[in-house]
Structure formats: C-alpha cells, structure tokens
C-alpha cells in the first residue's frame, strides 16, 4: 500500500491517479467526498495534520509514503505526519520539496521550511527520496483572471527566466521513486528543459489568443496572490521579497540532467494543458489552430 497526501494538490492528485492505475493507492485528507472524486474507487481515509493520532491510523499497513504538506506556519504538522509513519510502519517517504533548497543565499519562509522538513526526514532513520522541483508551469494559471478583465498579465520579474516544470513529470518521478528500486537516499533535482521568462510566455499566449497582452510587473514589495493565500499573517509575508530578489539570478536558468527520467522520456516540453486551459476555457474564443499554434509557440518549436 501507498499512501498519498496533498492528493487535492497540483502534484499530489497527479500521483494518486497514477499509482491508482496498477498499486494499491490510499489517500489521506479532511475531505472524503473530494478524494472520492479526484480518483473514483481509491481507498480515501480521514487524516488530518493536526491529529497525530488519525494519521497513524490512516498510515496504518502503508509501506510508502508521498508526502506532502502546505503550510510553512506549523511546522507541527510535518512533525505529525513524519513520526505517525514512523508508528504505522511506513518504510520509505518521498518528499516534494523545492530546488530553492539548494541555494545557500536563499534565507525566506519556505525554503527554510522545506530544509527543516528534509533534516527532519533524514534523521528519522526511514528511507527517504527527496524531489526538488523548480516552479511548475501550471503557476501561469493565475493569470487567467488579468488576461480576462485587462488583457494583462501581472507578475513579478518579468524577464526573470525560470526552469519551469510540468507537474506531470514531477508525478511520474514520485512514482518511479515509491515503486521502484534504487531510489532510496537520493535527492532529485527537477526542472523543465529549458528557461523561459514570463514576458516571453506572454507573448507566446498572446499568439494563442490571436490578441495583444501587456506584461505588467509587481513590484517586490507587493505579495502576490499566492503570496498572500499561503502566508496570511502580514508580518510573515516579507518572505517573498527574498525570492523576488534572486528571481533574475542564473540559476533559476539551470535545467537538470536529471529529468531525463533515466531513459523512459524526456520531460514535457510546449505550454502543456496550462496554456490550452487558459486559453480554450478560461478565456473566449481561440480557434483550434490557435491553440495548436500555442503548443508549439506559434513558430514550430517547443517553449514551455
């Protein structure tokens, strides 16, 4: 049995409706009746973060564990989840993490967070894999609502160029890593092929709406939507400003050799079904041809 959390997330419902093809799948969460939804048939269990005691029943007979959490401001939960697998027996975890992890000048929030999370897994005597994606691509859907009221896309660091991932590649890493040998102790860092900044990405969208966009920039002062949803104590959120700061560094340019997925493929390249959502569904009217003229940025090759 493999037992799943942050199953409503972006990743981890990726990862449970593929391990739900071929592996005993369980998902752990508050909301049954949207764990039933997300995989139908799957073994749903009620588990809650806070509740040290419903996660050890939850993990009970579980060998696996993909591990997700998602608030930076109780550390206790990641404390919970860990010692309750310990309990029921759970033999190796599988963290998402964050490739910001890695940068030693990267001093916010999160990725401080997510260091506390993977010292506190290496020292649980479990086996573990650790997987450190870059931003996801998906992240270009919160620009549905600008694009629609303003024909705008409003982000920080317009020309920052980011290593972005698909997070279906994250997902079929996590479940190569949960169901196959050999990946017990190993940190992976996850990227996409290449970098591509986000005014670049908004001309390419404007091409797939056969109309012009603006990129406007946020300043660095001002947290982002996403910014204020996950830390909503405001005297927390100046976490964000680090991350602004080093967004035009090189590095977040990098792309992994890693993600080559030991030989099954290489990872996702074109918008992926972010653009095609935002374009097909979110916003009127693209013709088909657009929106294939989008999967390869209107010029042939593949961007995103």
């Known amino acids: 049995m493999i037992a799943v959390t942050g199953a409503t997330g972006t990743v981890g419902g990726h990862v449970a409706r ?102 506190r897994i290496r020292a649980s005597g479990l086996a573990w894999t650790m997987l450190r994606p870059r931003s996801f691509m998906s992240n270009t859907l919160s620009w549905a609502g600008s694009i629609r009221a303003h024909n705008t896309v409003v982000t920080p660091q317009p020309q920052s160029r980011n290593a972005s991932i698909d997070p279906r590649d994250i997902a079929e890493v996590a479940v190569l890593s949960l169901t196959g040998p050999g990946h017990e102790q190993q940190e992976y860092a996850l990227t996409g092929p290449e970098a591509i900044s986000p005014a670049e990405q908004c001309e390419h969208l404007s091409q797939v709406l056969a109309r012009p966009l603006r990129c406007d920039e946020i300043p660095s002062s001002v947290p982002t939507p996403r910014g204020r949803s996950t830390i909503p104590n405001p005297s927390r959120r100046p976490c964000w400003k680090a991350p602004a700061a080093r967004a035009l560094e090189p590095s977040r340019a990098w792309t992994s050799p890693s993600t080559s997925f030991w030989g099954a493929r290489p990872p996702r390249t074109g918008p992926g079904p972010q653009i095609t959502r935002i374009a097909s569904a979110e916003l009127p009217g693209p013709s088909p041809e657009h929106i294939e003229r989008g999967r390869t940025c209107c010029d042939g090759t593949p961007k995103w």
């Open 18 to 119: 593929l391990l739900s093809t071929d592996h005993p799948t369980r998902l752990l969460g508050r909301s049954l009746s949207r764990l039933r939804a997300l995989v139908p048939g799957a073994d749903v269990v009620s588990a809650d973060f806070a509740d040290r005691r419903s996660l050890e029943r939850a993990l009970d007979g579980a060998r696996a564990l993909f591990a997700v959490t998602a608030n930076p401001l109780e550390p206790a939960h990641d404390a919970n989840l860990l010692a309750a697998a310990r309990t029921a027996g759970v033999e190796h975890v599988v963290k998402l993490s964050a490739l910001a992890v890695t940068d030693d000048r990267a001093d916010d929030l999160i990725t401080n967070w997510q260091r506390e999370n993977e010292d």
